[in-house]
């Protein structure tokens, strides 16, 4: 589970190299990993530092530019599923 957060952060943080890439399609690439393993095994994460981005582009590109991901998957793969996963308690 850890290698999947840091994939689907590693393509955001090098967005730039991996368009140019041939052949490569970024967010396809999301979508291949959240096809495989499931909104409770993805977890969205940066590394901000590395970023050539701002950190709002950053959110809004899983919470506004991935159409597929809607409702409750959407919850879980901005932070719902990693709380579960590590056992955080939340209020409800």
């Not at 990993?33 to 970023?51: E, H, K, L, N, V």
């Not at 959110?59 to 159409?67: C, S």
């Amino acid at each position: 589970m850890s290698l999947l957060c840091l994939a689907m952060s590693l393509i955001v943080s090098q967005m730039d190299e991996l368009l140019l890439a041939v052949g490569f399609a970024p967010l396809k690439f999301i979508r291949q990993i959240y096809d495989a393993f499931g909104p409770q095994r993805c977890f969205w994460g940066t590394d901000i530092t590395r970023m050539p981005c701002p950190y709002r582009q950053c959110v809004t590109m899983f919470t506004e530019e991935l159409p597929w991901l809607q409702g409750r998957d959407k919850e879980l793969v901005m932070g719902e599923a990693i709380c579960d996963w590590l056992g955080w308690k939340r209020p409800r």
